[in-house]
Nanobody, 122 residues
């Protein structure tokens, strides 16, 4: 089994900062792409920021210049530094990881964390 556990969510005023972290554990051979997604009630989950196993990143336009995704391959973690937060950033943030679970190259599956609430007040 593979588990992803997010932490760092909370309530913050507009203009403030939060840092989200996600730790992967379990039957992991290696981790390919990782990312952060967010979802509000009644809407589809959307991509926030993605990062490859070699550190290439892609940020959503809505967060570009404000959020920074990073990863530590040795610790099997991915983080999201969120600065200049806006009320529209309020959502449940989910960690995602594309995990290779065995030596076999084809043994790759997506895993999701339980989500952490981020609330930005005005």
């Amino acid at each position: 089994q593979v588990q992803l556990v997010e932490s760092g969510g909370g309530l913050v005023q507009a203009g403030g900062s939060l840092r989200l972290s996600c730790a992967a554990s379990g039957s992991i051979y290696s981790i390919n792409n990782m990312g952060w997604y967010r979802q509000v009630p009644g809407k589809q989950r959307e991509s926030v920021a993605l990062i490859t196993n070699v550190g290439n990143t892609n940020d959503a336009d809505a967060v570009k210049g404000r959020f920074t995704i990073s990863r530590d391959n040795a610790k099997k973690t991915v983080s999201l530094q969120m600065n200049s937060l806006k009320p529209e950033d309020t959502a449940v943030y989910y960690c995602n990881a594309e995990v290779r679970t065995t030596l076999q190259k084809w043994a790759v599956s997506d895993y999701w964390g339980q989500g952490t609430q981020v609330t930005v007040s005005s």
